[in-house]
């Protein structure tokens, strides 16, 4: 490595003091985020609870308990979390059955807002079995460690900080083989790194790791095996070029077997370097109780939301004020005048209750029943493999709170950062069920969404230049890459076919494509949804495409009945070629 990088390790690992000849605090080693265990019985149940995790900056908090059953018979069980910090308190559930003599890790992915509560095992015939948890708040980064710290701290030289040193990042270690197997628990970290080979991982466990990579992560790995990348990671089974190597929104990273202590840290570093709203997570819904979030506007154009429905209509409003103001003031002095005082005590009370009334069935009126939507997204289609990565950002407002909304696994729904009152109860017993929360009655709530999921959709170019629309969606239009040339995409109706349009001049690379996501996704979707995308906004390569969709869009959330203000999608994937 360059003479940089072995001066950026000397710097992080040198066992000096933390301030420098200015008193500013230095930063140095690593913070491991570790947690007491606690472990009681009861019956044949037996519980063990980690008392802390490590909160990432946007997601889910994942708190492990281990049950094993002692008995002969299978125990059905329930571990279930209650926080007091949102107003009402949410409950997040996970029903497990523990056969005879087994031992279960349960992992329970809580919103990252709600940041204490207590974790409850419950049982048949059973007493409950209670502990107070809470999430260990890093200042600093969040990283994921798959193995333990040996092996860890050899490949990188990185010492562990003391209490008064100022930590680069705070890290979790999880054994493989005990580590959660949904991508809530990893979508909301910077970054995740392996300490063993590739090939030594859980073949489950993979899966997830490369959906949280797909889906916008950055995955490390500290031990380089060629093999054992290429093997699991279909997307880099062309050849490994120099990390990092772009792989849908995300990136995998790899040391360099030649020097790995200095490769890794510098890499590491290189990694968190990054602007502050990099942070963020892959997808950014924001609140309209915040005005602003860590230095940078929350809401789109200073405190617009993105669904128009959000916005109260305030000339109807001010003509009910007006006529109210009016029947109560000059009109209730006329009637104590000609009817007396008695007539005044009957009708105003009768005037409130007829403007209730009114307002009421104004609001029916206007807003019905429906749920209102505005939904944006970007995919990245694998054709080969037939999935969709997805990431997306919904607004939704609703005149009748819905009862309750399930989604695959494979699906994590983002509340809007650090807001405890902005969360739902959760039972990720089957995938995702949501319940009360998710959308109260006449309340704006943005939801981000992220996704991996088998798909059939795909854009089809003929030999002659016909191109057929099978997105699943109407194409509004878009850029492929044809014949060494880039070409405007017609707009079809979903199945439909067209020709081609005529070849667009390029400045540079990748100028085109970035000026249709600008197009398409104004500078509010730009801080919530395609930030930091820059594999995205990339040039097209030889049959490569980005298509603009309207309609309801990929995400699972489409399924719920609703009414929809605004729907835009940008899919880049590679056509199929349909040869004669």
């Given at each position: 490595?360059?003479?940089?990088?072995?001066?950026?390790?000397e710097?992080?690992v040198?066992?000096?003091?933390?301030?420098?000849?200015?008193?500013?605090?230095?930063?140095?080693?690593?913070?491991v985020?570790?947690?007491?265990?606690?472990?009681?019985?009861e019956?044949?149940?037996?519980?063990?609870?980690?008392?802390?995790?490590?909160?990432?900056?946007?997601?889910?908090?994942s708190?492990?308990?281990?049950?094993?059953n002692?008995?002969?018979?299978?125990?059905p069980?329930?571990?279930s979390?209650?926080?007091?910090?949102?107003?009402?308190?949410?409950t997040?559930?996970?029903?497990?059955?523990?056969?005879?003599?087994?031992?279960?890790v349960?992992?329970?992915?809580?919103?990252?807002?709600?940041?204490?509560g207590?974790?409850?095992?419950?049982?048949?015939?059973?007493?409950?079995?209670?502990?107070?948890v809470?999430?260990?708040?890093?200042?600093?980064?969040?990283?994921?460690?798959?193995?333990?710290?040996?092996?860890?701290?050899?490949?990188?030289?990185?010492?562990?900080?003391g209490?008064?040193?100022?930590?680069?990042?705070?890290?979790?270690?999880?054994?493989?083989?005990?580590?959660?197997?949904?991508?809530?628990?990893?979508?909301?970290?910077?970054?995740?790194?392996?300490?063993?080979?590739?090939?030594?991982?859980?073949?489950?466990?993979w899966?997830?790791?490369?959906?949280?990579l797909?889906?916008?992560?950055?995955?490390?790995?500290?031990?380089?095996?060629?093999?054992?990348?290429?093997?699991?990671?279909?997307?880099l089974?062309?050849?490994?070029?120099?990390?990092?190597a772009?792989?849908?929104?995300?990136?995998?990273?790899?040391?360099?077997?030649r020097e790995?202590?200095?490769s890794?840290?510098?890499?590491?570093?290189?990694?968190?370097?990054?602007?502050?709203?990099?942070a963020?997570?892959?997808?950014?819904?924001m609140?309209?109780?915040?005005?602003?979030?860590?230095?940078?506007?929350?809401?789109?154009?200073?405190?617009?939301?993105?669904?128009g429905?959000?916005r109260?209509?305030?000339?109807?409003?001010?003509?009910?004020?007006?006529?109210?103001v009016?029947?109560?003031?000059?009109?209730?002095?006329?009637?104590?005048?000609?009817?007396?005082?008695?007539?005044?005590?009957v009708?105003?009370?009768?005037?409130?209750?007829?403007?209730c009334?009114?307002?009421v069935?104004?609001s029916?009126?206007?807003?019905?029943?429906?749920?209102?939507?505005?939904?944006?997204?970007?995919?990245?289609?694998?054709?080969?493999?037939a999935?969709?990565v997805?990431?997306?950002v919904?607004?939704?407002y609703?005149?009748?709170?819905?009862?309750?909304?399930?989604?695959?696994?494979?699906?994590?729904?983002?509340?809007?950062?650090?807001?405890?009152s902005?969360?739902?109860?959760?039972?990720?017993?089957?995938?995702?069920?949501?319940g009360?929360?998710?959308?109260?009655?006449r309340?704006?709530?943005?939801?981000?969404e992220?996704?991996?999921?088998?798909?059939r959709?795909?854009l089809?170019?003929?030999a002659?230049?016909?191109?057929?629309?099978a997105?699943g969606?109407?194409?509004?239009?878009g850029?492929v890459r044809?014949?060494?040339?880039?070409?405007?995409?017609?707009?079809?109706?979903?199945?439909?076919?067209?020709?081609?349009?005529?070849?667009?001049?390029?400045?540079?690379?990748?100028?085109?494509?970035?000026?249709?996501?600008?197009?398409?996704?104004?500078?509010?979707?730009?801080?919530?949804?395609?930030?930091?995308?820059?594999?995205f906004?990339?040039?097209?390569?030889e049959?490569?495409?980005?298509a603009?969709?309207r309609?309801p869009?990929p995400?699972p959330?489409?399924a719920?009945?609703?009414?929809?203000?605004?729907?835009?999608?940008?899919?880049?994937?590679?056509?199929?070629?349909?040869?004669?």
């Open positions: 490595m360059a003479e940089a990088d072995a001066a950026t390790v710097a992080a040198a066992p000096v003091s933390t301030t420098d000849a200015s008193g500013a605090k230095v930063m140095r080693g690593y913070r985020s570790s947690a007491s265990a606690e472990t009681e019985t019956g044949s149940l037996r519980a063990t609870f980690s008392l802390t995790a490590l909160r990432p900056p946007i997601g889910y908090t708190f492990q308990v281990v049950l094993n002692t008995g002969s018979v299978p125990l069980a329930r571990v979390y209650r926080s007091p910090v949102s107003d009402p308190p949410r997040i559930s996970r029903s497990v059955e523990v056969g005879p003599r087994q031992r279960v349960v992992w329970l992915p809580v919103p990252e807002s709600l940041s204490t207590d974790l409850t095992v419950t049982s048949p015939d059973l007493p409950p079995i209670r502990r107070h809470y999430a260990d708040d890093s200042r600093d980064s969040a990283l994921l460690v798959l193995g333990t710290s040996e092996p860890f701290v050899k490949a990188t030289g990185l010492v562990e900080a209490e008064q040193d100022e930590p680069h990042f705070a890290a979790r270690f999880l054994e493989a083989g005990d580590a959660p197997r949904e991508l809530a628990s990893y979508v909301g970290f910077d970054a995740v790194v392996v300490t063993m080979s590739p090939l030594e991982l859980p073949s489950d466990l899966a997830t790791l490369e959906s949280y797909l889906a916008g992560g950055r995955l490390v790995f500290t031990r380089y095996d060629e093999r054992g990348l290429r093997e699991h990671l279909p997307l089974s062309e050849g490994l070029p120099r990390p990092p772009t792989y849908a929104f995300g990136q995998v990273w790899w040391c360099d077997a790995p202590a200095v890794c840290l510098a890499m590491i570093l290189d990694l968190l370097k990054g602007e502050p709203e990099t963020e997570g892959v997808v950014s819904p609140s309209l109780s915040q005005s602003e979030r860590r230095g940078r506007i929350s809401v789109l154009e200073g405190g617009a939301p993105l669904l429905r959000a109260a209509s305030m000339g109807g409003l001010f003509v009910f004020m007006l006529a109210f009016a029947a109560v003031g000059p009109g209730a002095w006329m009637l104590a005048r000609r009817r007396g005082p008695v007539a005044v005590l009708a105003i009370p009768s005037v409130s209750l007829l403007t009334l009114l307002l069935a104004w029916v009126v206007r807003d019905g029943f429906a749920t209102y939507t505005a939904r944006y997204s970007m995919t990245w289609l694998d054709d080969a493999r999935r969709a997805t990431l997306g919904g607004a939704w609703a005149n009748l709170s819905l009862d309750s909304v399930r989604l695959p696994g494979t699906t994590v729904l983002v509340s809007p950062a650090q807001v405890a902005e969360t739902a109860d959760l039972d990720w017993t089957n995938g995702l069920e949501l009360a929360g998710f959308l109260p009655a309340t704006y709530r943005e939801w981000g992220v996704t991996v999921q088998p798909t959709v795909r089809v170019v003929r002659d230049g016909r191109v057929q629309n997105l969606a109407p194409l509004e239009g850029l044809w014949e060494g040339a880039l070409r405007k995409l017609p707009s079809l109706a979903d199945g439909e076919e067209g020709v081609l349009g005529e070849p667009v001049e390029e400045e540079e690379d990748g100028d085109a494509v970035d000026g249709l996501v600008d197009q398409h996704l104004s500078s509010g979707l730009f801080v919530r949804l395609s930030h930091d995308k820059h594999s906004r990339s040039n097209l390569p049959g490569g495409f980005v603009v969709l309609g869009g995400l959330t489409s719920i009945e609703m009414t929809l203000e605004a729907g835009v999608h940008l899919v880049r994937g590679t056509v199929r070629e349909d040869k004669p």
